[in-house]
């Protein structure tokens, strides 16, 4: 069984920053791309950023030049790197990782901007 755990969230002031990490532990088998997910109250969760084994990354426009994903092969570890935070990019915050053997998906971090 694959678990990852999520940490870094918590409550920011507009223009500040937080890091995001996910790390997996268990079974793990050719991890193919990473990702982090995000859901605000009321709307569907959507793609923020991935990253493929390559190290190939894409974003979504709405955080491009403010957020960077990265990752540790080594620690089968993914970050998300967020600056320049806005209200909007409040939401719980999810990593997933693609593998062989399945999807998994963290429980969810936290991450609050205020105004």
């Known amino acids: 069984q694959v678990q990852l755990v999520e940490s870094g969230g918590g409550l920011v002031q507009a223009g500040g920053s937080l890091r995001l990490s996910c790390a997996a532990s268990g079974s793990i088998f050719s991890i193919r791309a990473m990702g982090w997910y995000r859901q605000a109250p009321g709307k569907q969760r959507e793609l923020v950023a991935g990253i493929t084994s390559g190290g190939m990354t894409n974003y979504v426009d709405s955080v491009k030049g403010r957020f960077t994903i990265s990752r540790n092969n080594a620690k089968d570890t993914v970050y998300l790197q967020m600056n320049s935070l806005k209200p909007e990019d409040t939401a719980v915050y999810y990593c997933?990782?693609?593998?062989?053997?399945?999807?998994?998906w963290g429980q969810g971090t936290q991450v609050t901007v205020s105004s």
């Open positions: 997933k990782f693609v593998m062989d053997v399945g999807n998994y």
